[in-house]
């Protein structure tokens, strides 16, 4: 009962010949049954000019004729005169009927544009019209219900709409209409139609809905009618994981392209560090398998991420000297195997090449002239062993 008040104030407020509804709870929402698949449903036929989009179902019965289809393109099914279609029109006149029995709220009558109304049941005697914008505020309710019941015509003027506020959803509005709707040129309409005659829908006119009537005829124009459903949202989901450690420091130039996909999931542990000058090699070992050995603008080969989907970074380099030291001399050595060391010396004058075991490739003590002959020079003191060849 308060809400039949609240609304007759509302209303009256706004100029309109408001009347207070009999005492009941909230509009519920109208079954549609079978016709709910559809988007177009026609009695007598469904027509259409230019590239109308219908998404869901579209169909006519008792009548047979639907034309224009293509050029204008059906996202659905389509039945012309056959069981379902049949069965639609059988449950469409259910929720007409449904619709009509509701107890209103408020009496309505004129144009409604410019309102912004609550959940509710709106009963209007006559014609409606629709000039400019009607909000429909659902007060953070996504299940709100509106139901208009039109005693005869509905029509919209150009460019108007019905813009949906707080929750409100497409799929719970609807329109009881007693003769037939016009949806006006450019109009942006949301809801259910439910005409008893015909519904005629203009050039470039968009519907959140349905457009149902029961016997006569579907006239469509260049349009957009998307068939509503309730409570559908799009909610993405990230399924990859990370969880290892990263401890790398990366400061070179990665240039490598990524043209694979990895999908698998890192549990490894990255330790190695870029610099710019040279690489230790960073290294993600986990289920996956997969490799980052890393790349830098200056001092290394390159690296690749290689996985069980075979994506591939091959990194470039830029500049530097692989596995060489810019000591004073040139003969330092990046030698050895895994399990030996790097061996050569910044500070010598010499060129050697490192092995595993641990020693020296020539002599260090020897004069240039005197390489190959066997001399008795004194032990390293650097820890390398110092002897002889």
């Known amino acids: 009962m308060w809400i039949a008040g609240t609304l007759a104030v509302l209303l009256g407020s706004l100029g309109l010949m408001v009347t207070a509804g009999q005492a009941q709870a909230i509009a519920t929402a109208v079954p549609l049954g079978t016709a709910d698949s559809f988007a177009v449903l026609g009695g007598q036929s469904v027509t259409n000019t230019g590239s109308t989009v219908v998404t869901g179902d579209l169909g006519v019965s008792p009548g047979t004729e639907i034309t224009g289809f293509p050029p204008g393109t059906v996202n659905g099914a389509t039945h012309s005169a056959n069981a379902v279609a049949l069965q639609a029109q059988t449950d469409l006149t259910a929720a007409y009927d449904d619709a009509a029995s509701q107890a209103p709220d408020a009496n309505i009558a004129g144009d409604i544009g410019g309102l912004t109304l609550p959940p509710g049941v709106y009963n209007a005697s006559s014609s409606i019209g629709l000039t400019g914008t009607l909000t429909l505020d659902a007060e953070g309710d996504p299940n709100a219900v509106w139901v208009f019941q039109i005693g005869s015509t509905l029509t919209t003027a150009t460019s108007s709409d019905i813009l949906l506020i707080n929750g409100a959803q497409p799929c719970n509005v609807f329109w009881q209409i007693g003769s037939s709707a016009t949806i006006g040129t450019d109009t942006t309409f949301v809801g259910n139609i439910l005409a008893l005659t015909s519904i005629t829908v203009n050039n470039g006119a968009t519907i959140a809905g ?61 330790t190695g560090q870029v610099t710019g000058e040279t690489t230790t090699g960073g290294l993600i070992a986990g289920p996956t398998g997969g490799l980052i050995a890393g790349t830098t603008s200056a001092g290394t080969t390159g690296g690749l991420i290689a996985g069980p989907t075979g994506g591939l970074i091959a990194g470039t380099t830029s500049g530097g000297l692989t596995g060489a030291h810019t000591g004073a001399h040139t003969g330092g050595h990046s030698g050895g195997h895994t399990g030996g060391h790097s061996g050569g010396h910044s500070g010598g004058g010499h060129s050697g090449g490192g092995h595993s075991g641990g020693g020296h490739g020539k002599d260090h003590c020897k004069k240039p002239h005197e390489e190959g002959r066997p001399h008795d020079c004194k032990k390293e003191q650097d820890g390398h062993g110092g002897h002889d060849k």
């Open 210 to 270: 349905r457009a149902l009537a029961r016997n006569g005829s579907v006239t469509l124009d260049e349009n957009v009618i998307t068939r509503s459903v309730c409570g559908t949202d799009v909610t993405g989901e990230v399924t990859g994981e990370v969880t290892g450690e990263v401890t790398g420091v990366v400061t070179g130039e990665v240039t490598g392209e990524v043209t694979g996909v990895v999908t698998g999931e890192v549990t490894g542990e990255v």
